[in-house]
């Protein structure tokens, strides 16, 4: 279990753009899997994207083209850059993060088997 710090959360209008930040502790050895995720309320916590141990990203359709995940070069932090945000990206975001030592990322916006997750920043979007 890592902790995790979140950034860059705030209040936009629709067609806005903003960048989340996740940072890990720096660790000489190993390899951080990471991934973030989002709940509105009243609904259940989704995916919406993940780095894989190639550094390979995937996406959630809903924000397919609009939203870009990048790394740092040390590989501890995860950024999400959002663009074109529309009023249905109003949600609380969430990081999250598993430090792998065999150079496998089993957790995944689909499984959520992530075991460390980060306290959320929201993201809120006016129409």
């Known amino acids: 279990d890592v902790r995790l710090l979140e950034s860059g959360g705030g209040s936009v209008q629709a067609g806005g753009s903003l960048r989340l930040s996740c940072t890990a502790p720096r660790v000489s050895d190993g390899l951080y899997c990471m991934g973030w995720f989002r709940q509105a309320p009243g609904k259940e916590r989704e995916g919406v994207g993940h780095i894989d141990s190639a550094g390979t990203p995937t996406y959630a359709e809903s924000v397919k083209g609009r939203f870009t995940l990048s790394q740092n070069d040390a590989k501890n932090t995860l950024y999400l850059q959002m663009n074109s945000l529309k009023s249905e990206d109003t949600a609380m975001y969430f990081c999250?993060?598993?430090?792998?030592?065999?150079?496998?990322?089993?957790?995944?916006?689909?499984?959520?088997?992530?075991?460390?997750w980060g306290q959320g920043t929201q993201v809120t979007v006016s129409s």
């Open positions: 999250a993060a598993d430090l792998r030592y065999d150079g496998f990322c089993p957790a995944s916006i689909t499984n959520m088997a992530y075991p460390s």
